[in-house]
């Protein structure tokens, strides 16, 4: 299977920084997108951003100008780095990769999420 490890969480003050990283790995698969969700806590898990091998990226209403995602297609890795946060912003955030085997079956994997927390 692919696996993914996602990692840079914390706790920040409102207004600063973070930067979270998701590396994926495993054999035989092809990435075709890859992603941030994440899932306040008695809320829905939600789409933050995603970005496809190729540079085209979505962002959610609620977090566009302050994040950005981006991706080192030679590494497998997925960066999410968020700016200006809000206590609204946190969550537990799970990394996700979609994409093929080299048999061209479809696979959907999720990291294990990693807490960020945004409180003064």
């Known amino acids: 299977q692919v696996q993914l490890v996602d990692s840079g969480g914390g706790l920040v003050q409102p207004g600063g920084s973070l930067r979270l990283s998701c590396a994926a790995s495993?054999?035989?698969?092809?990435?075709?997108?890859m992603g941030w969700h994440r899932q306040a806590s008695g809320k829905q898990r939600e789409l933050v951003a995603t970005i496809t091998t190729v540079g085209s990226t979505v962002y959610a209403d609620s977090v566009k100008g302050r994040f950005t995602i981006s991706r080192d297609n030679t590494k497998n890795t997925v960066y999410l780095q968020m700016n200006s946060l809000k206590p609204e912003d946190s969550a537990v955030y799970y990394c996700?990769?979609?994409?093929?085997?080299?048999?061209?079956?479809?696979?959907?994997?999720w990291g294990q999420g990693t807490q960020v927390t945004v409180s003064s």
């Open positions: 495993g054999s035989s698969f092809r990435i075709n997108v």
């Open positions: 996700n990769v979609r994409g093929y085997r080299t048999n061209l079956r479809a696979f959907d994997s």
